[in-house]
């Protein structure tokens, strides 16, 4: 098992770097945004809350590391910052229209970097590339659920 996480931990930064968006370009505001500023936007929704700890901690940063770049982003307008009903210490971030606007409009992969990696493989190749992305998509939406799950079940016995 070692063998194929090391396989897998070589072989996806090569395909992220190939294919990731540089920068985010705002039509409307001509504001340019960074891929980690992006990043944290697809994090966020319009409805859902998320706490700043929370996102933080899932972004592999300090608090206040997050705190500055949703700074930027609540002085651009695209996000939203709203105290907690039950704990007025929390902060609760949404999207704001303009972030929802963002968010939709892009993608943390860019289709034109996409489409010329695959266009390097056979169609079959295609196929089964594919099939396999496919497969780690599902097994990874399954850890996500399994780590939220396991994240509420520790904080209800604290």
């Given at each position: ?89 929390q902060i ?41 992305l496919g ?24």
């Amino acid at each position: 098992m070692q063998d194929l996480v090391r396989q897998l931990m070589t072989y996806y930064p090569q395909v992220y770097f190939a294919c990731h968006t540089r920068h985010v370009r705002d039509l409307r505001s001509n504001i340019t945004l960074s891929a980690h500023q992006a990043s944290v936007l697809d994090h966020l929704d319009e409805i859902e809350p998320t706490n700043l700890r929370t996102l933080a901690a899932h972004m592999g940063v300090t608090p206040s590391t997050m705190s500055l770049t949703i700074n930027r982003l609540v002085r651009q307008r695209y996000v939203a910052r709203k105290k907690d009903d039950r704990d007025a210490r929390q902060i609760k971030l949404l999207l704001t229209p303009a972030g929802v606007r963002i968010k939709s409009q892009k993608s943390v992969l860019d289709p034109a970097r996409v489409k010329t990696v695959l266009d390097q493989l056979l169609p079959a190749e295609r196929r089964r590339a594919l099939e396999g992305l496919g497969l780690l998509a599902q097994a990874s939406h399954r850890a996500m659920k399994q780590q939220t799950l396991h994240r509420r079940q520790t904080r209800s016995r604290a």
